[in-house]
């Protein structure tokens, strides 16, 4: 030994403090974070939401905004749920939209037949296959299903356009039954396997362990679906991705059915946050708020104001100790960069939170003079007043104006005047 230690000719890339533990590990060879399609079916599970009445033009306004954003496929309604939604379904097809067209029908022949009909790029194929569809819904067992499912896989395949098979409330199904269908369906040459939490019941690693185990049964492609009952729905997309599923199903602002399945616009945040630039060469960003904006309108609700990337207060930073830090570098509070989204970050000083740093900054950009004590000064009794009552950006600017025009006047008095309590 020459009394350097073996640890010391370790060549490190990041120095210690820079390293994530939290970031991708892209040894996993399963994963599809970084190579997925968004399969968006605002214009399906979202005409499923209790307020949704699309009309035809509302529906080809959101086809083309959702096309011009850059989703690969877009689900539309069965064409055998009215003639209108059928009427519908021919005119969207024939847009001529980049994105891929889709209609979601039941496991049936009558609903396949009219579908292929449309002009779709491909048809997805539905039916429940847990005890409690089986049973109260369509009554039928595992081997009319399959029996079933076979002859509509065949018939759309035939046309020579994609086809999905996929199993409802399938992490209430047994397993056994599960593998097998999706087993026999990906023999026959379906295009994709769907896994759909119809209840919203499943957690990420259910998720995970599940579509882990298919990807080793089918080859396939692999589309997951989930509701949001208990909140897992975005979640459940991200671990449905790591363990190999290539398709996830979205809807704007996440309406469907309920409470609604994994928004698209939390699915963007959550993918931007594990591979930003993919998503950001993949999807049009600064189109999201409008897009919501849209489908908020045509369904009569406001996006929420603590809506993923668009919320009103997705970029607001306010207590003193973030504004300070996000002031020197925003990435210290700041996982999405707003200017991505077309959104602005806004830092807000006007209340009993504030520090003398968020301060400083809002002086500098009014083109004031103030010494840091001078601003340190003004910051308590911005804070005094702040106690007292709620005050606007307009309260503090002119505060900060009085308080300036006091110092420059040279008169004591004045600046006393203007830092005593209750005045102004
Ligand atoms: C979980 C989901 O979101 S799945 C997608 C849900 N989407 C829709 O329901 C689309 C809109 N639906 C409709 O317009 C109508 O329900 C239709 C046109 C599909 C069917 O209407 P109706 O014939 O009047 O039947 P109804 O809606 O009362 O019942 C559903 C029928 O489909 C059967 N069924 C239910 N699910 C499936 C399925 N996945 N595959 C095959 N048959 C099914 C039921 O057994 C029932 O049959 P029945 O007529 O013999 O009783
Ligand atoms: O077709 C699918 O995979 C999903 C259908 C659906 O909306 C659901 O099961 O909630
Ligand atoms: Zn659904």
Redesign the pocket.
């Known amino acids: 030994m020459n009394g350097t230690s073996s640890s010391n000719n370790i060549k490190q890339d990041n120095p210690p403090s820079l390293q994530n533990p939290y970031t991708q590990h892209y040894s996993d060879l399963l994963s599809r974070v970084n190579k997925f399609s968004i399969i968006e079916s605002t214009l399906?599970?979202g005409e499923?939401f209790a307020n949704a009445f699309f009309d035809t033009a509302t529906k080809i306004e959101i086809a083309k905004a959702l096309d011009a954003f850059g989703v690969e496929y877009i689900e539309l309604?069965?064409p055998?749920?009215?003639e209108q939604?059928r009427e519908d379904c021919v005119a969207i097809c024939n847009l001529g939209l980049k994105a891929k067209i889709l209609t979601?029908i039941?496991?049936?022949m009558g609903?396949a037949q009219i579908a292929v009909e449309t002009g779709v790029d491909g048809v997805d194929v539905?039916?429940?296959t847990s005890s409690y569809?089986r049973e109260f819904?369509?009554?039928?067992d595992m081997n009319y299903i399959t029996t079933?499912a076979i002859e509509v896989v065949n018939y759309v395949k035939s046309k020579g356009i994609e086809v999905r098979f996929s199993s409802?409330d399938s992490f209430r199904s047994d397993l056994v039954d599960l593998l097998s269908i999706y087993r026999t369906v990906d023999k026959i040459g379906v295009n994709r396997v769907g896994i759909?939490d119809?209840v919203g019941c499943a957690n990420p690693r259910q998720v995970y362990d599940l579509v882990r185990t298919l990807r080793g049964v089918v080859s396939c492609d692999i589309e997951c679906h989930f509701h949001n009952d208990t909140g897992c729905a975005i979640a459940n997309a991200y671990a449905a991705l790591e363990a190999g599923a290539t398709h996830i199903d979205t809807s704007v602002l996440g309406i469907?059915?309920r409470n609604g399945i994994t928004p698209l616009g939390g699915l963007v945040a959550r993918m931007y946050t594990a591979d930003k630039e993919y998503i950001k060469n993949k999807y049009k960003l600064h189109m999201l708020r409008d897009l919501e904006n849209l489908v908020a309108d045509a369904v009569q609700v406001q996006v929420p104001f603590n809506n993923y990337i668009t919320g009103y207060c997705s970029f607001t930073h306010k207590a003193g100790i973030h504004a300070k830090a996000i002031l020197n570098n925003p990435s210290t509070y700041e996982i999405l960069k707003p200017e991505d989204f077309g959104m602005t970050r806004y830092v807000s000083i006007g209340h009993r939170l504030t520090g003398w740093n968020a301060v400083k900054n809002r002086v500098e950009q009014l083109g004031l003079t103030l010494t840091d004590d001078q601003v340190k000064q003004v910051t308590i009794k911005i804070k005094e007043l702040a106690d007292i009552r709620p005050l606007t950006m307009e309260d503090v600017d002119n505060l900060l104006r009085d308080f300036h025009n006091a110092i420059t006047s040279g008169d004591q008095l004045r600046v006393d005047g203007v830092l005593a309590v209750g005045t102004n």
Request: some cysteine.
């Open positions: 399906r599970e499923q309604t069965s055998a749920a009215s939604s979601h039941r496991c049936h609903d539905v039916i429940g569809l819904s369509h009554g039928k079933q409802e759909a119809t469907g059915e």
